[in-house]
C-alpha cells in the first residue's frame, strides 16, 4: 500500500487535485489517500499557510501531490509563500521540471529537455529590507547546495542524452552565479560522458526560444530556473501541460508548474494535465513506473483526439477531460 498525501491549496488547485485523484484511484494501484490544508486560505483561517499537522502528513507519506498556492504580490505580515516553505522546511532541494513537444497546437515539435532548479537558496531566501526609497535583496549561493544540484543534473543528463547547460549570469554576479558555475564545472569533471557546456542566461533565453532541440538537461539557480522552465513550458503547450518535482533526500512534493490561476479559479475549466503528468512522476518516483507510463499515454491519446480545455483552446472542462483520459487509460 502506498500513502499519498494531497496539497489541494488555493485556486484551481482545488480543482485540479481532485481531478488527479480521481486519475490514481482509476489506475488500480493500492494508495491509501490523506487531504491535508496549506495555503493562503490556510493562512487567513489558521494564521500559517503551511501548519504544523501539514508538514507532519508531507513527512509521513511515501509522496505528496500539492495543487497550487497563492502569494499576495504585496508583504503580509507573518505570511510565508506555502511551497517555499516546504521547500525550505522538507530540504526539497531539488526542483525537477521537464519539458517535452505534445500533441497540442502550439507546442512545438521535437522538444525534450528537463530544467534542474536549485530549489533552496539564490533570491528565493527571502531576505529583502527597505530603507526609504532603497530596496536590498539577498541572495545566496553556497557550495553544498550547488554541488548537490549539480550531481542531480549531472545524473539525470547520463540517464538522457548526456548533455548539460549550466545556466548562469557569473559575467555579472561573479561570486554569487560565479560559486555556483564553478562548483557545478568542478563537478562535472566526475561525469566525463556528460558534454557540460556553460550558458549565460539571456542567451540561453533566447536559444531556447529559437532553438529548443538543442537542449537536454539544464541546471540553474532558483530564479533563472523558475523563469526560463516557465518559457520551456510555453515552448511545448503551456502551463496547463507543465508538471514539476521537488525532491530532498528523505521528502519529495509533486506539483504542476503553474499557479492558482485566480482569473479561471472556480470555472471548472482549469486544465488538469500538468497534474496528472505531475501524478505520473510521483508514481515514477514511488517505483510505479507502468502505471505512471499509462497515465503519460492517456494523455497523449486524449490531447492527440483534441479533447482540450479553453486554454488550449478547446471546449473540454477540468471533468470532461478527467473522464476522457480515465476512459483512454490501457
Ligand atoms: P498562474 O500559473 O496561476 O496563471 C498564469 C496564467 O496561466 C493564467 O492566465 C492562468 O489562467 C493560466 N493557467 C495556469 N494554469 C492553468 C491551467 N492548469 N489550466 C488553464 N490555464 C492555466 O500564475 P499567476 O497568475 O502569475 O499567479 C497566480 C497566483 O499563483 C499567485 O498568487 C502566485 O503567487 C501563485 N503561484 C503559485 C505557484 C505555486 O504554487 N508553485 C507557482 C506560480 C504562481
Ligand atoms: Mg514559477
Redesign the pocket.
Known amino acids: 500500500m502506498h500513502s499519498i498525501c494531497l496539497i489541494p ?1 488555493d ?2 488547485g482545488q480543482e ?1 487535485v481532485p481531478a488527479a485523484r480521481r486519475l490514481l484511484e482509476a489506475t488500480g494501484l493500492p494508495i491509501e489517500f490523506r487531504t491535508v490544508e496549506a495555503g ?1 486560505g490556510t493562512f487567513t483561517t489558521q494564521g500559517t499557510s503551511v501548519p504544523d499537522a501539514t508538514l507532519a502528513a508531507v513527512r509521513a507519506a511515501d509522496a505528496t501531490l ?1 495543487g ?5 504580490s504585496k508583504r503580509v505580515e507573518g505570511h510565508q ?3 517555499r516553505y516546504m521547500r525550505r522546511t522538507l530540504d526539497l532541494f531539488s526542483n525537477l521540471r521537464p519539458a517535452r513537444s505534445r500533441p497540442v497546437p502550439g507546442s512545438r515539435d521535437g522538444i525534450d529537455m528537463l530544467m534542474v532548479r536549485e530549489n533552496t537558496e539564490g533570491l528565493y531566501v527571502e531576505k529583502e529590507r527597505r530603507y526609504g526609497d532603497v530596496a536590498i535583496a539577498d541572495a545566496v549561493v553556497t557550495k553544498r547546495a550547488s554541488e548537490r544540484i549539480a550531481k542531480v543534473a549531472l545524473e539525470q543528463a547520463m540517464r538522457r542524452r548526456k548533455r548539460l547547460a549550466v545556466v548562469h549570469k557569473a559575467n555579472v554576479l561573479p561570486l554569487t552565479s560565479g560559486l555556483f558555475l564553478d562548483t557545478v564545472m568542478s563537478m562535472a569533471k566526475e561525469y566525463p560522458e556528460v558534454e557540460t557546456y556553460d550558458i549565460i542566461v539571456d542567451a540561453a533565453a533566447m536559444k531556447l526560444v529559437r532553438d529548443p532541440e538543442s537542449f537536454d538537461v539544464l541546471v540553474s539557480t532558483n530564479l533563472f530556473g523558475d523563469i526560463l522552465s516557465d518559457l520551456m513550458a510555453g515552448l511545448t503547450g ?3 501541460l507543465a508538471p514539476s518535482a521537488n525532491v530532498g533526500e528523505k521528502y519529495a512534493v509533486f ?10 479559479a472556480g470555472k471548472g ?4 494535465t ?1 497534474t496528472f503528468l505531475t501524478a505520473a512522476m510521483l508514481l515514477d518516483h514511488i517505483g510505479e513506473r507502468e502505471a505512471a507510463r499509462r497515465i503519460e499515454r492517456a494523455v497523449d491519446t486524449v490531447l492527440t483526439q483534441g479533447e482540450l ?3 488550449l483552446g478547446g471546449r473540454a472542462t477540468t471533468e470532461s477531460l478527467t473522464d476522457a483520459v480515465i476512459e483512454a487509460l490501457d
Open positions: 491549496g485556486g484551481i485540479v493562503w500539492a497550487a498556492f497563492t502569494s499576495p509563500g506555502a511551497i503551456g502551463l496547463g506539483e504542476p508548474v503553474h499557479g492558482s490561476a485566480p482569473d479561471i475549466i482549469a486544465n488538469p500538468a480545455t479553453p486554454d
